[in-house]
């Protein structure tokens, strides 16, 4: 029986402000990218559980930048995200 690795992306420490915005851009919310890579980014934020499960996140209030994210695991007030295209 063969296991499959996950091949682990290198992560860089970042803790930069960001936002999530919701609705076509009209709904930010502050967050704080504590690491990110090319793959995904770990996000802190105040009330984890009212983020959707796919969002885009950006690093400014202007939501046409940024990344579209999907939320892979919810601990606290922590999220887990990969980048979705």
Known sequence: MMIAARKR??????RQSAWITLDGG???RPCIVLDLSAAGA?????DAGAVPSVFRLAFSRDAREGHS?????RRQGTL?????R
């Open 26 to 28: 009209f709904a930010a």
């Open 42 to 46: 770990k996000i802190t934020v105040d």
């Open 80 to 84: 887990g995200v990969k980048f979705i």
């Open 69 to 73: 994210c999907k939320v892979v695991w």
């Open 9 to 14: 992306v290198a992560r860089k420490s970042v």
